[in-house]
């Protein structure tokens, strides 16, 4: 991780370069079981290993599968209740289920069916009935939003491995590629396709680390004010943008999207998450929503490493065939979301380059699948 991104978050206490060869090694052993499909008249599409959703056929249809968990936003959550008195447990349930569906929806998949995980560290957070039922009704207004019934899920009680203080949300999720449409999983991309980037809403589910070591350092802590007048930890507790909208008025028109990537951990680097050999010109970006200008500030972050830390107001982006961002900005304006035409794709080395900031990613910095897959 470059600069001063490398130390903000090994001292929140996240070293993602140690996370990210463990993936690695954990999409080499499951490569090793695609066969197993084969027995229930099923395929693998391993080309969807180190993707944001594992995709399958079956029965004559394209499947996708997603587990996802939120980190450590509920602790956030749990710290700006007891600081400022707000319950916001409804936002952060709805951040899980944007989280899982908004990754099953990068590979073309829209999401049919998701299933929650709550884990107590003690069965008593449960006593609060009104934090409850804000945590179930956030989780159900997601599951509407995005279309998708919510099949069930698990609430296991960890004393000893979660605090008995908070809540580890996950989840995941089915979805179907719909009828005539291919997953997608890159195989279109190439130089002269348009970058789409669609606007997030603030912090959404990555970063959440650094928020609490930023805040921790405070005087106020949550209760800082931000210039619009607004509490820090309010804030940062503002519900992700849900994309499944955007995706499905995509699959249902002629646009031809040959990638999607949703923005979360690694920032902008994700961008580049294609294990190709282009680059990704980006000529502009969405406005930086100003929580995140006041974590990178507080958090001494320079641009390079703020973008790979944060989204800075990019959750989604949609990469289509020449001339075609025009009608995607369309499509996302219809469904309440703000976007623009970002950049283009470039022959050339794989490298992100965020020209309005004066930031280039090199390929070795986004490395998130197995060498034998090259």
């Known amino acids: 991780m470059g600069d001063s991104s490398r130390s903000a978050y090994g001292a929140a206490g996240v070293d993602y370069e140690a996370l990210d060869a463990g993936k690695r ?28 959703a594992f995709v399958f056929e079956l029965g ?67 006593s609060r009935r009104e934090r409850h039922e804000d945590l179930l009704a956030g989780w159900r207004s997601a599951c509407v939003d995005a279309g998708a019934t919510w099949g069930g899920g698990e609430s ?5 491995l979660v605090s008995g203080a908070d809540i580890e949300l996950a989840g995941s999720a089915v979805g179907l590629v719909p009828e005539g449409r291919e997953a997608i999983l890159g195989a279109g991309l190439g130089p002269g396709d348009e970058i789409v980037l669609v606007a997030s809403s603030g912090l959404h589910a990555n970063g959440s680390s650094l928020a609490r070591a930023v805040a921790s350092r405070l005087d106020a802590g949550y209760g800082t004010l931000l210039p619009s007048g607004r509490s820090f930890g309010e804030a940062l507790l503002d519900r992700s943008v849900i994309y499944a909208g955007l995706v499905r008025a995509l699959l249902a028109s002629d646009v031809e999207v040959h990638y999607l990537s949703h923005i979360t951990g690694h ?10 050999e282009l680059t990704y010109r980006i000529a502009w970006l969405p406005s930086v929503p100003e929580v995140l200008s006041f974590l990178a500030e507080r958090a001494d972050l320079s641009p390079f490493a703020a973008y790979r830390t944060f989204n800075m107001g990019a959750g989604f982006a949609v990469y289509c065939a020449a001339g075609s961002g025009p009608e995607v900005v369309r499509l996302a304006t219809e469904a309440g979301l703000t976007a623009g035409v970002a950049g283009t794709v470039e022959a050339g080395p794989r490298r992100v380059l965020l020209e309005p900031v004066d930031v280039v990613y090199e390929s070795d910095e986004m490395d998130l699948t197995p060498d034998d897959r090259e």
């Not at 939120?70 to 602790?75: D, I, P, R």
């Not at 936002?91 to 899982?100: G, P, Q, S």
Request: aromatic residues 6%; contains cysteine; proline residues 5%.
């Open 25 to 52: 090694d954990a999409l080499t052993a499951a490569l090793s079981t695609s066969n197993l499909l084969a027995g229930h008249a099923a395929r693998a599409l391993d080309e969807s290993r180190g993707a944001p």
């Open 60 to 126: 004559g249809q394209t499947l996708a599968f997603v587990l996802e968990g939120l980190g450590t936003k509920s602790v956030i959550a749990r710290q700006v209740e007891q600081e400022l008195g707000l319950s916001r447990f409804d936002d952060v349930a709805y951040d899980t289920v944007a989280a899982i569906v908004n990754d099953l929806c990068c590979v073309g998949a829209l999401p049919l069916v998701v299933n929650a995980y709550f884990a107590t560290g003690a069965s008593e957070w449960y």
């Open 156 to 160: 296991p009680s960890l004393p000893g």
């Open 267 to 276: 920032g902008l680097l994700k961008l580049m998450r294609p294990r190709r």
